[in-house]
């Protein structure tokens, strides 16, 4: 049977002589496994559609669960990504927390809409690396259905103060409630705060028009990317890449 997918190259394999075997993430089925035959050859039509990063419209033969490659649609090859150590970095991280996704499906459209608004973002240099960062982080868990709630001091229900989030409940607590308890909560202020309300709750076509101070994109920062690590309890190494390209952080 022949399908034709939406997808983004989220990993590529040298397979034989030259084959390549794709994890493209997908509109609707999540990331997909696709043999593209002969794609390392010189000339191959399947050439451009098969490089890392590259979105396109795939045709696909699919035949009991398997998926080859039989030609691509070219919408956009992201070059700009790999003209940039620090850029392809960023986006060698954000490919591999999407290959988490469900292997052939359920998908779903706002995942893939979200990978190439950051994508995209990134190779044109609209944001900085951190706003991009951070809003993809946040974004993601809650379409994976672990939104904070931080709409108000889970005790008191007080707003306006700023305040302290428990990784793990992922709800936020006040500076009049919060008891030391240590390990896994963070400081935000309140910029801060309003940054991660607007990012769970804005339309994705804006998901990065917002603005920090520094020292509350620090707090912004630390939250999104600690919150990822925890709910997707796993490490990666394209982020420890990434970070020892950045000058070193000043505490907070
Ligand atoms: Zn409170």
């Known amino acids: 049977m022949n399908i034709t997918v939406e997808a983004l190259v989220l990993r590529t394999v040298n397979y034989r002589e030259s084959d390549k075997i794709l994890t493209v993430l997908t509109r609707d089925r999540g990331c997909l496994t696709v043999k593209a035959t002969g794609a390392r050859r010189k000339g191959s039509r399947l050439g451009s559609c098969t490089q890392l990063f590259c979105h396109s419209e795939l045709s696909l033969y699919e035949r009991d669960g398997r998926f080859t490659l039989d030609e691509g649609d070219v919408k956009n090859q992201f070059y700009g990504l790999s003209m940039d150590l620090e850029k392809m970095a960023l986006a060698s991280y954000f490919a591999q927390v999407l290959l988490s996704e469900p292997e052939d499906g359920p998908g779903s459209p706002d995942v893939l809409r979200l990978a190439l608004n950051s994508f995209y973002a990134l190779e044109k240099g609209l944001y900085p690396h951190a706003t991009i960062k951070a809003a993809f ?61 607007y990012i769970l709750g804005c339309d994705l076509k804006k998901l990065f028009s917002f603005k920090l101070p520094e020292k509350s994109m620090a707090f912004l920062a630390r939250f999104c990317e600690d919150y990822l690590l925890d709910k997707t309890e796993q490490g990666y190494k394209t982020l420890d890449f990434y970070k020892s390209l950045l000058p070193r952080e000043e505490p907070i």
């Open 137 to 197: 982080e946040l974004r993601y868990m809650a379409m994976n259905g672990y939104a904070p709630d931080l709409s108000a001091c889970a005790a008191c229900g007080k707003t306006g103060q700023g305040g302290y989030i428990d990784i793990a409940s992922g709800l936020l607590v006040c500076p009049a409630c919060i008891r030391p308890t240590g390990y896994g909560v963070l400081p935000m202020d309140e910029p801060a705060l309003g940054a991660a309300r």
